[in-house]
C-alpha cells in the first residue's frame, strides 16, 4: 500500500497513515513505534471488553520497556458513540501524556481519534475486532443531536492489527467486519453511477483497490466462522484499505453508499426511539442486499421521462419533512436544513439530472452489471457466515423498510439509489 503518489486520475492520493502491522504478536512491537515518535507519556483508551482483549496486554508490554502510561477506562461495556462518551475521554484526558493509544475497535477508534486531535498528539489504534473500516479513515460516525455524522477528525498514526487478539474476537463482530466489506460492492457502483449523472470527482485506481481487498475478502469467507487466520487477516486488511481509500479519495464514497445510510437511518431511530439495532456491519450486510435486490428491479422497469417529471412536480418538500421528523425525531432536523442549502428536489436541478440519467441509461446499467454480484450470490455468502439477511432477524419490523429507504436520500448530499429512483418518479413503487 502505498502512503503517498500521483494518480492517473490527476491527484495526488495520501494515505494520511504512517504504518499498519498485521501479525501474530504484534503488540509486543508497539515500544518500537512509540520510541520512533519519540514518546514520553501515552494516554491509553478502552472500555472493559476491550481491556479484557487487548488492554492489558499492552500495559504489560508497556511496563516491561519502561514506558509510562495513563488512561482512562469507560465503566460499561458498550459505550455509545456521542457527546457524553467524547466528553467524558477529554475530561479524563492527562495532559502530561504525549500520545494517545485507542485499545477496541469502532466506538474507541472513534473517539480516541477526536481525543488525539483535541489534545494535538499522535495516536495509535490497537484493534480488537476485524469489525468495521474506521481504523484508517480520517473520520469518525458519531451520532450528534440525534443525527448519524460522519465528523472529521483525523486517522491513526499507527493502526496495530495483532492477530493473536484478532482472531478470538466474538465472532458476530467478525460477521460485521465482513458485512461492511460487502458494502463495497454498492458503494463503487454509486460512486460510478454518481459520476456518471452528477459529475463527481471518481478514481478508477482506488476503486480497483477496493475491489481486490473485497475479492480477497470473498474468497476466504468460508474461513471466518472458524476463525482461521487467512480469513481473519483478509478482512481487516481489507477494512484497513478501506479507511485509506477513503483518505485517498477525500470522501466516504470508495466505502459506502446508500447500504450505509439503511445503517444510519436505523442508527438514529434506535437513539431517538429506543427501536433495536445491530452492528452496524450486520446493518449493511442487509442494507447491502436491500439495494442489489432493488438495483436488480430498476434493471426490469422502462423509465418515462413525464412520468418523472409529474412526479417531481407533485412531490411535496414539506409535507416530507413531516414525514421525516415522524420517523426520525429531532435528527430529522439536520437532514431537513441540508436540503436547504442543497436544493435537490429543485424542479429545475431535477430536469436536468432526469435529462442526463436518459441519455446515459445504458451506460448505468452497465455499471451495474459490472459492479453487482446477484443477489442470490450474496445471499449464499451470507448463509455461509450464518448472518442475517433480512430486518426481521435483527428485530425490526420489514413494514418499515420502505420510509428506511425513501429516508436515505435526505442523509448526506451524496447521490445513492434512493435519490436516482426519486428522479425516475419511481420511489414510491420501488420499495
Known amino acids: 500500500m502505498k502512503t503517498t503518489f500521483k494518480c492517473s486520475c490527476g491527484k495526488t492520493h495520501n494515505a494520511l497513515i504512517d504504518d499498519y502491522l498485521v501479525q501474530r504478536g504484534a503488540i509486543r512491537k508497539i515500544p518500537e513505534y512509540l520510541k520512533a515518535y519519540g514518546a514520553k507519556k501515552c494516554f491509553l483508551l478502552c472500555d472493559e471488553n476491550t481491556y479484557q482483549a487487548a488492554g492489558r496486554q499492552v500495559e504489560e508490554v508497556l511496563a516491561l520497556s519502561g514506558i509510562p502510561f495513563s488512561g482512562f477506562r469507560y465503566g460499561s461495556k458498550v459505550v455509545a458513540p456521542d457527546e457524553k462518551s467524547v466528553g467524558s475521554a477529554i475530561m479524563h484526558f492527562d495532559h502530561s501524556c504525549d500520545f494517545v493509544i485507542g485499545i477496541g475497535s469502532g466506538v474507541i477508534n472513534d473517539i480516541g481519534k477526536i481525543l488525539s486531535k483535541t489534545a494535538k498528539t499522535p495516536y495509535m489504534i490497537v484493534a480488537t475486532a476485524p469489525s468495521m473500516d474506521g481504523y484508517a479513515s480520517a473520520s469518525s460516525s458519531m451520532t450528534r ?87 481473519v487477516r483478509a478482512v481487516f486488511e481489507g477494512l484497513v484499505i478501506g479507511g485509506v481509500a477513503m483518505n485517498y479519495a477525500g470522501v466516504s464514497r470508495p466505502a459506502s453508499g446508500v447500504e450505509h445510510y439503511i445503517s444510519h437511518i436505523l442508527d438514529m431511530r434506535s437513539v431517538e426511539f429506543g427501536a433495536p439495532e445491530d452492528f452496524h ?138 435519490r436516482l429512483a426519486w428522479d425516475l418518479g419511481i420511489l414510491d413503487e420501488f420499495v
Open 145 to 231: 443531536d440525534g443525527l448519524k455524522i460522519s465528523l472529521p477528525t483525523r486517522s491513526a498514526n499507527i493502526i496495530i492489527g495483532d492477530l493473536d487478539v484478532l482472531c478470538q474476537a466474538p465472532l458476530k463482530m467478525m460477521k460485521s467486519g465482513l458485512g461492511d466489506m460487502l458494502a463495497k460492492y454498492v458503494s463503487i457502483c454509486e460512486w460510478r453511477i454518481a459520476s456518471l449523472i452528477t459529475g463527481e470527482y471518481y478514481c478508477e485506481e482506488i476503486a480497483r483497490l477496493i475491489r481486490e481487498a473485497l475479492r480477497q475478502c470473498v474468497e476466504n469467507a468460508s474461513g471466518l466462522l472458524q476463525r482461521d487466520e487467512k480469513a
Open 281 to 418: 456491519g450486520i446493518q449493511c450486510a442487509i442494507g447491502t442486499l436491500v439495494a442489489i435486490r432493488l438495483y436488480e428491479k430498476l434493471k426490469t422497469i422502462s423509465p418515462s421521462k413525464e412520468k418523472a417529471l409529474a412526479y417531481a412536480e407533485n412531490f411535496s418538500w414539506e409535507d416530507w419533512q413531516e414525514e421525516l421528523r415522524c420517523f426520525l425525531g429531532k435528527g430529522a432536523e439536520s437532514m431537513i436544513a441540508l436540503e436547504e442549502k442543497e436544493q435537490k428536489y429543485s424542479k429545475e436541478n431535477h430536469r436536468i439530472r432526469l435529462d442526463i440519467i436518459l441519455n446515459n441509461l445504458d451506460g448505468i446499467l452497465q455499471i451495474m452489471d459490472e459492479e453487482l454480484p446477484a443477489a442470490k450470490d450474496l445471499e449464499k455468502l451470507l448463509d455461509t457466515i450464518e448472518a442475517p439477511k433480512s430486518l426481521e432477524e435483527i428485530g425490526i419490523s420489514s413494514q418499515l423498510l420502505p420510509m428506511i429507504f425513501k429516508s436515505t436520500k435526505d442523509i448526506r448530499d451524496k447521490y445513492v439509489l434512493s
